[in-house]
């Protein structure tokens, strides 16, 4: 089995920074892509950034220049640096994951969610 665990979130003024973190643990080969979604209340959970496992970036057009997305493969840690939030960045943010298990002649893949962490904007 394969948990991840998020830490990061938390209440922070229009303008500021906040760093959210995400370690995956459990029976793991190896882990493909990993990524970072949000869900504000009455919306749909959208895709805010992910990378791929040679760190390849991509980034909702929204968040663009002020977020970043970054792996530490030895710690099996995904991170997203937040800065110049605003309040529509307000909304529960889930960590995503594409996790190989099991064993070289038989790989699994599946994704893999945490348990979200929410984060708040005030103006």
């Known amino acids: 089995q394969v948990q991840l665990v998020e830490s990061g979130g938390g209440l922070v003024q229009a303008g500021g920074s906040l760093r959210l973190s995400c370690a995956a643990s459990?029976?793991?080969?190896?882990?493909?892509?990993m990524g970072w979604y949000r869900q504000a209340p009455g919306n749909q959970r959208e895709l805010v950034a992910s990378?791929?496992?040679?760190?390849?970036?991509n980034y909702l057009d929204s968040v663009k220049g002020r977020f970043g997305i970054s792996r530490d493969n030895a710690k099996n840690t995904v991170y997203l640096q937040m800065n110049n939030l605003k309040p529509e960045d307000t909304g529960v943010y889930y960590c995503n994951a594409n996790v190989n298990t099991g064993i070289v002649v038989s790989i699994t893949s599946k994704e893999y969610w945490g348990q979200g962490t929410q984060v708040t904007v005030s103006s």
């Open positions: 459990g029976s793991i080969l190896s882990i493909n892509a």
């Open positions: 990378i791929t496992s040679r760190g390849r970036t």
